[in-house]
């Protein structure tokens, strides 16, 4: 089975930079996604990291590091908008994706 | 419309009723997905359509939960004698490459 771990909440300020990790125990791995949802909304794509490195998109980029088993999450320049709750999954082959619990981020002014 | 689309936004019925809900996914996507969350929770898989093949119907909680998918159109997610604990917002989605997957709005399900 596949588990993953990320923090609960985070929060920041206006502007800052917040990181989001995750870690996962998967019995196959394929890649390491990224969503956003606001509350009441539906998930959002943000990213997919299927090799080692850092996919920048934006604001937003996502690291992966598959011998240790960690991703990352990097919002920059953070905006009030970006309050939202961010998970990670792992796809391990079938194409459904194992979601984490999600962190709670908020930003203040 | 371009996005995933679900149907009801939203469903209250009473425990023991059966309820239906339906998705249509966006053209042109071959895997379809159904997943549920409970408030403040993460998303839980509950069945897996990719083509024609046989569903993946490994996170289906009890057998009150069935779902079908006519070709790569259409699916319904069919819930029998509804309990207190089935009360959840249910998300499809679709997807046509590894890792993105689109989802709809969700029908928020409530049993009385």
């Known amino acids: 089975g596949q588990s993953l771990e990320q923090p609960s909440e985070v929060t920041a300020v206006e502007g800052a930079i917040v990181q989001i990790n995750c870690t996962y125990q998967?019995?196959?791995?394929?890649?390491l996604s990224w969503y956003q949802q606001h509350d009441g909304g539906a998930p959002t794509f943000l990213s997919y990291n299927a090799l080692d490195g850092l996919e920048e998109t934006g604001r937003f980029s996502s690291f992966l590091s598959r011998s240790d088993s960690y991703g990352y999450l990097l919002l920059q320049e953070l905006q009030m908008k970006d309050s939202a709750s961010y998970f990670c999954a792992v796809s391990a082959g079938r194409r459904a994706l194992t979601f984490g619990s999600g962190t709670r981020l908020q930003v203040q002014p | 419309g371009a996005g995933v689309s679900q149907s009801p936004s939203n469903k209250v019925t009473e425990k023991g009723k059966d309820v239906e809900l339906r998705c249509d996914p966006i053209s042109g996507h071959t895997a379809l997905y159904w997943y549920r969350q409970r408030l403040g929770q993460g998303l839980e898989f509950l069945i897996y359509f990719q083509g024609n093949s046989a569903p993946d119907k490994s996170g289906l909680p009890s057998d009150r939960f069935s779902a079908e998918r006519t070709g790569e159109s259409v699916s319904t997610l069919t819930i029998q004698r509804t309990q207190q604990e089935d009360s959840a917002v249910y998300l499809c989605?679709?997807?046509?490459?590894?890792?993105?997957?689109?989802f709809g709005p969700g029908t928020r399900l409530t049993v009385l």
């Open positions: 998967t019995s196959g791995f394929y890649g």
């Open positions: 989605a679709s997807s046509y490459r590894e890792g993105e997957q689109f």
